[in-house]
């Protein structure tokens, strides 16, 4: 080896210089690598929270009550980052606060005006990241100081610089936040001024306890002065309007439900009654567990604004731009927002539709790429790159509002997206753009619709079957060719009008009242109109009509498709006739009866009630078959089929069987077997003399003659064929009888119905021979001072004797003689009153006349109480008709009238029987009544039936409440007058004191009394 020469030293000495700068410029690259990150986080810091400031003080004042919604988000987030709550000891409450408070949104709500220790213990969030951003400056100043230490103190020296201004410059702007933090309590007390003075009332409803907190602005728009009003949550709902409460309560449901935002508009009562219109906006707070526990809001009067419709419009406008900031915000529009900062273009917000169509992620503080890298990779058209400085976005920051209506871009992925895009510039207060927003939405598949609408619509246009479309007014705006060729308008003559162009007036209106209820249910009707074409000729539609529902839900049109169904349905009622229908008479055959009558089983096993088969057979019918022909007999059948058909009702069947043999069916007869036998005999007497009157048979006249069969039927188990059997033999006993008469099957039914018509009989011929006599009872008070009479009805019969008068007055009731006996009732009780007249110790006496519902109905019913009064020369005073509740069941208003009218003449009223009916109090406090009758079934079991006794106090407190007079009949013995003496009631009329006597023995017992 050569010794070492002064080059070799040289080189050396280079070496280690080298090798010095080297481990120096090791040393100082760390140190000015953090001394450049820190200084630029705290620009970008600064910068971020600058333009973050403006948007939510934006969205703020558009909307105060954002606030409770972006509280909850940033919590949300600071729960993800426990570690720095943790270090700075502070709650998620807290934390949250501290941001709202460093971003310059003081809350407008009462819950957090109350929870004041979130201002008396925050921090600025700027100085807690700022802090941060010291405390890593710091430790990486200390790491990189003790690594120049251990290499060399002089290197470290030369490189301590550069920290140190960042951490004075930390100092400094730490000084300036605790000035900005003072600033904002201030700011604090100057918001409240604001709000006491904003013409929004504020409100917080505590869900659980379900207190309501006002502010006294919110008084002051409901008339009230501060603090005069306790607002709770029945009260809220008791001041809203009847007809918008459901909407209100529903709209607030919705909120808690779907956790959309509250915002609602209905009529609240003020203090002057007045009802004036408010509109509530409002956000619900919710726990942990998901339940919400308050929902605070504000609430403004919009009452001139619901009266004037300009007003309204550009309220509307006012309000679609307030809003405008807030929807950009929001990440789960079904729009993609992408917003850009001013002049940089640097991405601040892109929200998660902007990422999905635009396919990749767009951050604020994700990337510090500039809009042209962030455009590079989009492609329009197929093969040209879109210029950067044609993009809307950048259009928006030069000041310039956009629209493309289709962007074609190709996404880094390769996939292709359509959008319409919307560009606008975002200035502050000072008219300044500070940044450029961007809306844009996928038409791709709205593209693709039009295509497929162009398919759809010649489809239509081709279609065989008639469509119309309307608007929801029923205005037609298209008809296919179709219709024009089946109706004979055309288009231009059918757009604008109405289908009712179409109508014949055959469709029954119930038919186009289910279409309207069905549609404006949002669903769809299915049915046939009967419609006259423009030349007048008829023809039959089978119809589906369905509403047209947008994707928001939302009903535009009906559209209507139509098929002409006029052969279809000729065709198919000519098989039905031919089926179920006799070809010579038109009436229902053999098997449409059987289908019927299976069904009337059916039915009166369920409701109960009777039905009846009338088997009808023509007397002698084969020999006018044999003398004149058949042909003179079908015309026989056909006139009697016409006969037939209006004997009965519409909802029974007259059917015909074959040959002469015809039957009819009765429907919901009486619950009773012997109602139900006497309205069948009245039927069948009516078919009896409709069939016997004479007939003209081309140029023969013929008289015909029926015989009848009857059975009823009413729950039990008898097939089909057991009941024609019987109604059969029925028929043939009538033949049996002599014909040309009628038979029940059931032999005591049979003699029921005897009886029944000789009472009847009876009964018209005791009017006629005056077998009628009264008896009176005694109506008395105290102890047993006579004050007047009852009158009752007896009938004397010479063979059957003293006849009762519940097995008479029901059939006087259904025959209709009760309206001559009820006369003859009032008249003989009004001579009796004028003979009393005469006679002082008798003249005091009123009389009590029962009238019947038939009989107080009758149109003149007034006239003859006068036209009987005026004749006798009685008193009216002395007269009182008694009615029993079953006459209030129909027509009231005519019942007040007629008593009224006799009122003014001096005739009194009683309510008989009063407990036992249904009488609406409402009506029987209008009725011109005198007195309340207990009926005698409560005074029976008064003293053993805490139910009667609690009846009969009740019947003498109301009649004192009305100022009416009571008696009780029935009474029978002391102990029972004793017991309605106690409780107020003093008249009374029963056996204790008289039966019911003839004349001359009442006289005795009155004079001896």
């Known amino acids: 080896m050569s010794e070492p020469t002064e080059a070799d030293a040289i080189v050396g000495n280079a070496k280690r210089v080298a090798l010095l700068v080297g481990i120096i410029v090791l040393v100082a690259l760390p140190g000015g690598y953090f001394d450049l990150k820190y200084a630029h986080r705290i620009e970008h810091v600064e910068t971020v929270a600058e333009t973050k400031a403006r948007a939510i003080h934006a969205l703020v004042n558009a909307n105060p009550e954002v606030w409770m919604y972006q509280l909850q988000r940033i919590e949300d987030i600071i729960r993800q980052y426990p570690v720095s709550l943790n270090e700075d000891q502070v709650t998620v409450r807290d934390a949250a606060g501290n941001v709202l408070t460093t971003l310059g949104v003081y809350p407008v709500a009462p819950v957090l005006v109350r929870e004041a220790p979130i201002y008396d213990s925050a921090r600025l969030t700027g100085y807690v990241e700022i802090t941060h951003s010291y405390r890593d400056v710091m430790l990486g100043t200390f790491a990189v100081g003790l690594m120049s230490l251990l290499l060399s103190v002089m290197v470290y020296a030369a490189m301590l610089a550069p920290p140190l201004r960042a951490v004075r410059r930390l100092r400094a702007v730490n000084a300036a936040l605790l000035i900005e933090q003072d600033a904002l309590r201030e700011s604090r007390e100057r918001f409240d001024l604001a709000i006491r003075g904003s013409s929004v009332g504020v409100w917080d409803w505590n869900v659980r306890t379900g207190d309501i907190f006002v502010s006294d602005r919110w008084c002051e728009l409901m008339g009230y002065a501060p603090g005069e009003i306790v607002v709770g949550t029945n009260t809220w709902s008791e001041w809203i309007h009847p007809e918008d409460v459901e909407v209100a309560i529903d709209q607030m449901r919705q909120h808690f439900r779907l956790r959309t935002r509250y915002d609602s508009e209905y009529r609240i009562r003020v203090k002057s009654g007045e009802y004036r219109w408010f509109h509530n906006r409002g956000q619900a707070i919710w726990n942990a567990e998901g339940t919400a526990i308050r929902l605070a809001g504000s609430t403004s009067d919009i009452t001139e604004r619901r009266r004037s419709e300009d007003e309204l419009r550009l309220n509307e406008l006012a309000l679609e731009s307030q809003n405008s900031l807030v929807t ?40 510090r790429e500039t809009l042209a890298e962030v455009y590079s990779a989009y492609k329009v058209g197929a093969s040209d790159y879109y210029p950067v400085e044609e993009m809307p976005i950048v259009l928006g920051m030069n000041g310039v509002t956009s629209h493309v209506e289709d962007m074609l871009v190709e996404r880094p992925d390769g996939t292709k997206v359509l959008l319409e895009v919307f560009g606008s510039p975002m200035v502050d207060d000072r008219g300044q753009i500070y940044a450029s927003l961007v809306s844009f939405i996928d038409i791709t598949e709205r593209k693709d619709g039009e295509d497929q609408l162009r398919k759809l619509s010649f489809a239509v246009e081709q279609s065989p079957e008639s469509i119309i479309i309307t608007n929801l007014d029923g205005d037609i705006e298209y008809v296919n060719e179709a219709f024009v060729k089946k109706t004979g308008y055309s288009r231009e003559e059918a757009i604008g009008k109405n289908p009712r162009i179409l109508h014949s007036g055959k469709t029954p209106p119930e038919a186009f009242a289910a ?72 009436l229902p055959n053999r098997r449409l009866l059987l289908d019927r009558l299976k069904q009337a089983l059916a039915s009166s096993n369920r409701n109960k009630r009777y039905g009846a088969l009338l088997f009808i057979d023509l007397d002698n019918f084969k020999t006018l078959n044999d003398t004149l022909g058949h042909d003179i007999g079908d015309l026989l059948l056909q006139q009697v089929a016409q006969r037939l058909t209006i004997c009965v009702r519409e909802g029974d069947t007259v059917a015909r069987l074959g040959g002469d043999e015809f039957v009819v069916m009765l429907e919901d007869l009486s619950e009773n077997m012997e109602e139900s036998a006497a309205q069948t005999k009245t039927v069948g007497e009516k078919i009896l003399s409709t069939l016997n009157q004479s007939y003209q048979l081309g140029r023969y006249p013929h008289l015909s003659t029926p015989s009848i069969g009857v059975t009823l039927f009413a729950d039990q188990q008898e097939t089909i064929d057991e009941l024609l059997k019987r109604a059969d033999l029925a028929m043939y006993q009538a033949k049996a009888a002599g014909r040309n008469t009628l038979r029940f099957f059931d032999p005591e039914m049979q003699s029921v119905v005897t009886a029944r018509a000789a009472l009847e009989a009876d009964l018209r011929e005791a009017l006629l021979k005056s077998q009628f006599l009264l008896h009176y009872q005694a109506q008395v008070v105290g102890e047993g001072r006579v004050t007047g009479v009852e009158v009752l009805l007896r009938w004397q019969h010479p063979q059957r004797g003293m006849v009762s008068p519940a097995d008479f007055i029901p059939l006087a009731e259904d025959t209709g003689l009760i309206l001559p006996l009820g006369h003859w009732v009032l008249q003989t009780a009004c001579s009796q009153l004028t003979l009393w007249a005469a006679r002082p110790e008798m003249a005091h006496l009123t009389i009590a006349v029962n009238v019947s519902a038939r009989q107080f109905h009758h149109k003149d019913f007034v006239g003859q109480v006068v036209a009987v009064l005026d004749a006798t020369g009685a008193n009216p005073n002395r007269l009182k008709l008694e009615l029993t509740e079953s006459l209030l069941v129909d027509d009231v ?76 009949e029935g009474v029978e013995m002391e102990a029972q007058r004793d017991f309605l003496a106690r409780h107020g009631c003093h008249a009374y009329q029963g056996y204790l004191f008289s039966r019911p006597l003839p004349l001359d023995q009442f006289e005795d017992f009155a004079l001896k009394v």
């Open 515 to 586: 279409l309207w209820e069905t549609l404006t249910q949002g669903k769809s009707w299915k049915g046939e109109f009967h419609n006259r074409r423009k030349d007048g000729s008829e023809y039959t539609e089978h119809a589906v009509i369905m509403p047209i529902h947008w994707p928001d839900g939302r009903i535009t049109h009906y559209v209507a498709v139509k098929e002409d169904v006029t052969a279809k349905k000729a065709a198919a009622l000519e098989i039905n006739t031919l089926a179920f229908y006799d070809p010579l008479t038109s």
């Open 328 to 367: 950009s915000l929001l990440k789960n529009l079904p729009v993609g927002v992408f917003m850009v900062e001013a002049p940089s273009g640097r991405p601040l917000m892109a929200n998660d539709e902007a990422v999905r169509l635009l396919g990749r992620g767009i951050l604020p503080d994700a990337s």
């Open 893 to 968: 208003e005519s019942i007040i009238a007629k008593m009224a009218t006799l009122k003014m003449k001096g005739v009194g009223f009683s309510l008989d029987d009063f407990g036992t009916g249904y009488s609406s109090l409402s009506y029987l406090k209008r009725l011109p009544l005198d007195q309340l009758k207990i009926d005698q079934g409560f005074v029976r079991d008064i003293l053993t039936d805490a139910n009667d006794a609690s009846i009969a106090k009740m019947v003498v407190v109301l009649a004192e409440s009305l100022g009416l007079s009571v008696i009780a």
